[in-house]
């Protein structure tokens, strides 16, 4: 494996703490697979199963992910470098909890699923790090659904963005239809309209047709 994608794989959350001598081992004993993906391309798609951690080594990707009943949908993209949903390989249901497309023409490393176990058991570092990685996306969704929503409009629709993000970092494209989006906040489409200009005129979002594009994510 090339030097830089030695240097890739260990910006990553998973590797952090571990020597090149001890990635060089795990590249080793394991089975590797390198894809390369055109632009627009589909990658995965939403409730597929999900059976190998997949690294982002280069390029840019988008991820949406629909509400149920098809209410809404969240798009953001991400840059390598980048896991693709490693919290979802284990579970009752392992499956993909967004569909991924290629922004650009992307390069990805994937690893099954059968030989993390032997990684795990091996590797204190590796198995720490992914324990962490784990535990840290319990610890979101559990402040989001136990967090106290902020009274203010502002704070309630900014609170909702991010709650839905699976990162902060990014443009987000939030797509729903205004009257949904009152019912959503328990407010009215005036005062959601009202915030939304304000944010549009202060450059945090771009506004087009049931579709409201986030620069940034206000903080209250």
């Known amino acids: 494996m090339e030097h830089s994608m030695y240097n890739t794989l260990l910006q990553l959350p ?3 703490g571990m020597s090149r001598t001890e990635l060089s081992e795990v ?3 394991v089975k590797l697979h390198f894809l390369r993906i055109e632009a627009k391309k589909k990658i995965f798609f939403q ?6 951690l997949v690294f982002l080594l280069s390029g840019e ?3 949406e992910t629909h509400a149920p009943f098809g209410t809404f949908s969240l798009v953001e993209t991400f840059d ?19 569909t991924y497309t290629a922004k650009s023409d992307v390069s990805l490393l994937t690893i099954d699923k059968q030989y993390i176990y032997g990684v795990l ?20 969704l ?17 609170h909702f963005v991010r709650s839905l993000c699976s990162t902060p970092h990014g443009p987000k494209t939030l797509r729903i239809r205004m009257d949904d989006l009152a019912t959503l906040l328990d407010d009215t489409r ?25 620069h940034t994510i206000p903080t209250f």
């Open 80 to 98: 390598k470098p980048q896991m693709i949903e490693p919290h979802s390989l284990f579970g009752k249901r392992p499956s993909y909890k967004a």
């Open 190 to 214: 005036l005062n959601i309209s009202r915030v939304l200009n304000k944010w549009q005129q202060s450059g945090i979002i771009e506004m087009h047709r049931k579709e409201f594009v986030f």
């Open 27 to 29: 590249v080793e004993k």
């Open 121 to 140: 058991d091996k590797y204190e570092v590796f198995r720490m790090n992914l324990l962490n990685l784990l535990s840290n996306k319990a610890e979101q």
């Open 61 to 63: 990707l988008t991820s």
């Open 47 to 52: 409730g597929e199963s999900c059976n190998k």
């Open 14 to 16: 998973l590797f952090q």
């Open 142 to 158: 559990h402040t989001h659904i136990w967090s106290i929503s902020p009274q203010p409009l502002e704070g309630r629709l900014a």
